[in-house]
């Protein structure tokens, strides 16, 4: 995980990115009638990200990504929590889905859309987020970057001044250098 | 009916949050619009009070979770109008005199108001709730609130540690309270008062349960009324600004105790405990509050003291009523509104344009303050009970009852009746001193020099309860239609006409005499100059609870580390014996009872004979049982990797393929996490040079639990497998999942529709332990030293054994 050391793979893993999206997305759509869903698809994109990072090194993802993978993760909760409340605006209780079907759509036929989907994309999106972050920040620890940027460090740290307990690591209050 | 409901109660709750940014707007002018809360909730009040038609009561109802018996239901009648109504209308001269008080030497104003608006919706929630779980959400809101206004000046630390202490005294007491209503509701059938008030009480069997419950909401009402125990937190509480002390901690919050008591009056007024424990705990506190009001120094901690005093009688006298209903019990808590709200505005004032909140060194602030001087001495003399107050009233029927209720009470009315005696004096001396050493005396030079004049509508509302208190206790009558048409059935019993005189009664006498030796314990106060006075920590308890809270919160931290210590090693073995122990035992007793499970077994493993999923079985064991031999780390994981890609095999043998692709998934992206984190590991252990072997004993402990652990979980799969199924719930989602979710796919329509709630809960779960991941990363913070170390760094994250240095 140092970054770029194979051509080959970072070409191939290019390719490989874009043709994991599809078959995710592919999955997220059928995921109400045939074997897929929000889970799965979701985990199919996090892991070509994650074989993207393994390609160009992951000091390089902030470039690609240029978000917070935490806010995804955020706007994926958001859309679900709001396709749960939605239907409380017409007196209808929590969570009620609808559905209907579409009769001769161009190029795919009879089409069934219902607000399933959209809590699956919610699904979809909170999955992708929170694995991206987690491992991104865990790969960026193991190799002497800076985990988190000074602007995450505020974003994510407790406002207590002093640690939780008294047993605490070193920690000398000193801002810390990228060892690279 | 419901609009004048949404004014009073809805308008503020909605009000409340707006009001912070308001204030950013509009500065300290933000009162004003908050003024209106109060206001329109008086009107609205008055309203509901004339449409109901008292002595009649009404119940309003709006569905919230109709399937547990919990709604939006409030109940209309005498005793929750009359409290509303002390609410709101304190809460009109509260929040004008809030507005002059906090002048621009505070900030935040916007959100101060959202608090005491808030607080104000919470209390009108909890006296009008007619659902029991209605009363206790809004009761635990009216905790939160006052929290947040002890706590509003919080740079201070008695502010911080004041707020701390309500909050957990009375949060803590609410908890009880909430057990008290559960255990009501599984006896009782119902969490609405009205019908617990109409039907009573189941009797017999359930006594126990009932006295269980009726200790637990009593405890609630001790707490939130500063009864002992737990009377130590109300003083504490007054490190807030004065409008609060005012309101909360005087008028009205600390009056919940006392409405929780009236309110349970009928239900529980028969039981053996009801009298006893009400009237010993109570009237104890009634005179330990007045005792240590006559030692405290500070303005409002003597007021707070003697409220918890005050708080303490309107309790025991819940306690000592009569089976047939109470009589003056509105008299008295208005009474003690009209004085104690009056007397914390005027402690307020003083110290708004003094700066000293010890009276030993105020004095002389007559001629400076008259209108002020003259509210305080009515307020004061209502306090102590000298005539033409409402004070006198309110003391003349405080003895004519309590002598009455000495015959059937017998000890305890003597009990009782020594109390009420032994705090109508010292109350009358620390009335005295109040008065008597703020505004008369010579002027000490201190006051002299800091001295800056209020205006005139800052010392309004205080003038205002002083005048309230002279003219109804000169004219008594003009309070006999209010407080008839709101007396409740069950609880009041119709009273005699209040009048001022009663001619040459035994209670006159006492009075007189209670008022005498008043004068005389205050004089030898000033003669010895208060140099006794100084309170014991024995009495105030606070210094006990702050130690509990500190050995509680150093307990939690030792057990936490026992418990979660770095190494899954130290704490594993604990749970793993603990499941052992539970889980193992249940099964080997149920098994021994089910000696049919052999045969299920032997005719189970007969009918799924499958030599494709044996053979498959037999790979996952191969590749488990490789990943504990092998040595290097890596090897390791590639095995474990393999036993887990052949599980998705297993999964595709059994037709689930949502769960293969879901474990292919997985197992791919926990791979990458893994090996990501063996890059922190030193190189020599990931080649396996660093192998730690425990010692033998520790091993034969680890192989046991092994063994066990695993050879328990086996037995339950496969027991639960050779069960006779009976109306699995696994048959009813794919049977319905194309009726009900309109999806063929019934692993997703169960995630997305059946179980949608679920999920949702999961993925925010999801979401807030990724938070506390990246916090708790944060805390690992490398020194530069450990940089110079290299890109990876030394071995850390808890990784090296203790014991590895040492061979």
Redesign the interface.
Known sequence: ?MGPQSYIFERLVRVVFFLVNMVALY?LLR??????????AG??S??SL?LLS?ALGVAAMPRILRFDP?RL??A??LV??LT?AAPLLAGRP??E?F?THLHGVPLLGDV?V?T?LL??L??YL??VG??C???F???Q????LR??VAE??RR???PLEQ?L?E??????G?E??D?? | MTLALFIALGLPLLLGPLLGPLGRVFGRRVGWVAFGAPVLATAALLWLAREVGLPGSRVIEFPWIPSLGINLSFLLDGLSLFFALVVSGMGVLVFWYANFYLDDHYEHHGRFYAYLTLFMAAMLGTVLANNLMLLFVFWELTGITSFLLIGFLHEEESSRVGARQALLITGFTGLLLLAGVLMVRQVGGSFDLSVLLREGLPVGEHRGWLTAAMLLMLLGAFGKSAQFPFHFWLPNAMAAPTPVSAYLHSATMVKLGVFLCARLFPLFNEYELWAPLLSWVAFGTMVLGAVLALQSHDLKAILAFSTVSQLGYLIGYYGLGPARGVEYDYLHILNHVFYKGGLFMIAGVVIHSTGIQDIRQLGGLWRRLPWLGAACAVAAATMAGVIGTTGFLSKEMMLKEIFEAMRPHGTLGAYAAGCVLVTSVVKVAFAARFFTNVFLGPEPPAVKEHFHAPPLALQLPAVLLATAAVVFGLAPMLLDPPLHALSVAGLHHPSDHLALWHGVTLELAVSTGVLLAGAGLYVWGQRTQWRWARISPALRFDAFFEAGVRMFSKFTKWLTRVLQADRPVSYLPLILVFTLVVVGGWTARALAMEWRVFDWLATATGENGDWLRAFAAALISLAVVGAVLLKQWTTQLISLSIAGFLTTFYFVLYRAPDLALTQILVEVVTLILVLVLLGRFPRSAERGEHTWRPPPLRRALNLSLAVGVGGLMTTLVLWMNARPAAGRIGDWFPAHTEALAEGTNTVNTILVDFRGFDTLGEITVLLIATLGALGLLMRYKRTPEEYRQGPLGPAGMGLHHPEEGKQ
């Open positions: 995980m999955l995921g109400h009638n045939w074997p897929g869903g929000g889970f799965i985990l199919a996090a892991s994650i393994l935490v993760a955020a994926g909760l679900a929590a749960g929590f969570l889905h559905h069934h219902g399933p809590f699956d919610g699904v909170l999955v929170i694995a972050k987690l491992i920040v865990l790969a620890s193991t190799q002497g985990a988190l995450e460090e994510y740290s407790s640690p307990e047993t605490a690591g070193p920690d000398d000193k810390r250098t060892a690279d």
